[in-house]
């Protein structure tokens, strides 16, 4: 009974158990019914998906099919302008060929005339060359209008034998000989006014008036074409000791072989005493050095003042400081003034009761074979105002410094800016009418401008820089009276140089190397 018992409650037990496995593996299938529920909501979610996408697919795949197709024609059009482009290149480089062996035979047809021109045959026989020319011009004009006849012993100012002898000064032979001659200041006025015209008896007093007796030109048109002003309207008749002295700045970097020009014609620009003043700004060239060299011992006259380095601005307002003449002129090295350039300016001011005159220029080439003025950037305005120069500067106005004669009292206080690089001349100027003094215009040709290879090297880049910093510096002292200023010389900026091609390829190089 006992052992039935236990086996009833083993068989109890082990059924029990096979319950409990039976609960477990019930809830398994329960899970497992839940999950196989939600994969097929998620099932039935994708498939319904997927049949709201498939539209978009079918245009999808469309639209890769049409950019394969493009993009197969655009490869085929880029192999055909490469094909376009080998082809210019081979052109372009043919053509550079072309332009180096046209470039190798003017370089030397240069040379041989170089080698003529430095010739003492040429020194010597150039100004009976240049009267013959003058000669043949003359008769000409007189064949054209018997009018305007010459009387031989007349020395006027139009006559032939003052422009004979404003030839023979213009030779660099004599002016050298000239200026090594042992003579007086009188001895020298005396020969460098030969030919001007014979002065009146009467003395005129230091105020310069200009006499009314002597007549008029003779020779219009010959007068026009050598573009000498006449006598009686720009050149006062003084006596050596009543003329005022004026001082001439020459800054001079590297270009000591213009010198010799510049000198010379400073020395021919005015009749009455003058002070030449030469700052080498630090120049390394050591042609320079030499041809400064050589210039101190032909003019000992000349100061020549040496220092280190410190730009164009810095070496004039050297010059101011050590000037005495009553009146200044600045010439760069590189630029000339025409004879008898100061004597009219000088006469002007007096005339005027002013203290800044400017004058016309013309723009000549390295070796001053060829003048000329491709535009009128100073005769076509009727005032020099402070705005003239803040909104017209580079855009119908223009002003080399050359061109004006300062007197020492507009220049008491104002210098050139040193911490600009470019686009000093602009701040001078305007600098200038900022307190004042207003610039009178006497309508001649009065100084030339030698462009050369140094002088037309630009960079727009950087001049647009250079632009920017100057206006920088103007506003800050006009703003308060012109608002627009700064907005219109930024307008100018982009029409100017940034839309230029030149400044886009010059951005790119720079961007490249950076």
């Known amino acids: 009974m006992a052992r039935l018992k236990a086996q009833h409650e083993d068989a109890l037990r082990r059924y029990a158990d096979t319950l409990a496995l039976r609960d477990e593996e019930i809830r398994t299938l329960l899970a497992a019914h839940q999950q196989l529920q939600t994969g097929l ?306 006469a002007h001011l007096l005339d005027q009761n002013q203290d800044v005159s400017i004058c016309n220029y013309l723009i000549a080439d390295a070796q001053l074979n060829n003048h000329s003025k491709t535009d009128e950037t100073i005769a076509t305005h009727s005032s020099f105002e402070l705005k003239d120069f803040l909104f017209k500067w580079e855009r119908s106005l223009s002003i080399p410094i050359h061109c004006g004669l300062f007197s020492r009292r507009a220049l008491s206080e104002i210098r050139f800016n040193t911490e600009l690089h470019a686009k000093e001349d602009w701040v001078f100027w305007c600098t200038l009418a900022s307190n004042g003094f207003i610039p009178h215009y006497i309508d001649f040709h009065g100084a030339v401008y030698r462009m050369h290879q140094g002088s037309m090297r630009r960079s727009f880049v950087r001049m647009a820089r250079q632009w920017m910093q100057a206006v920088t510096y103007l506003d800050k002292n006009v703003a308060s009276a012109y608002p627009s200023f700064f907005e219109e010389s930024v307008l100018w900026m982009n029409r100017y140089y940034r839309s230029n091609p030149i400044y886009q390829d010059e951005l790119k190089q720079i961007e490249g190397l950076s």
Request: with cysteine; aromatic share 4%.
């Open 41 to 346: 909501l998620q099932t039935s979610s994708q498939i319904h998906l997927a049949t709201q996408l498939q539209p978009a697919l079918e245009q999808l795949h469309t639209h890769v099919e049409e950019l394969e197709a493009s993009l197969l024609q655009a490869r085929n059009d880029a192999a055909a302008h490469e094909a376009t482009i080998a082809g210019l290149r081979s052109t372009v480089q043919n053509q550079e060929e072309t332009v180096e062996h046209l470039r190798q035979h003017v370089q030397m047809l240069q040379k041989q005339l170089n080698i003529i021109h430095n010739s003492h045959s040429w020194l010597m026989t150039k100004p009976v060359r240049a009267t013959g020319r003058l000669v043949r011009r003359l008769a000409q004009h007189r064949n054209e209008d018997n009018t305007n006849s010459l009387s031989h012993n007349a020395y006027t100012h139009g006559s032939l034998v003052q422009k004979i002898l404003h030839l023979a000064k213009g030779s660099h032979l004599v002016r050298q000989v000239y200026y090594r001659l042992p003579l007086s200041d009188e001895q020298r006025f005396k020969l460098r006014t030969l030919g001007r015209g014979a002065p009146p008896s009467s003395r005129v007093t230091p105020r310069m008036q200009v006499s009314a007796e002597h007549p008029s030109p003779p020779s219009a048109p010959l007068l026009t074409y050598l573009d000498i002003p006449a006598h009686h309207t720009v050149a006062p008749t003084l006596s050596v000791e009543n003329l005022p002295q004026v001082s001439i700045i020459i800054p001079c970097f590297n270009q000591g072989h213009f010198l010799v020009d510049s000198l010379a014609s400073a020395h021919a620009s005015y009749s009455g005493p003058v002070e030449v003043i030469v700052v080498n700004d630090g120049s390394t060239d050591p042609f320079s050095l030499r041809c400064l060299r050589d210039m101190a011992a032909i003019y000992p006259d000349v100061h020549f003042i040496h220092q280190e380095n410190s730009g164009l601005s810095a070496s004039r307002n050297t010059g101011i400081a050590a000037a005495n003449g009553d009146y200044i002129q600045f010439l760069d090295a590189d630029d000339l003034l025409v004879p008898g350039k100061l004597d009219a300016q000088v």
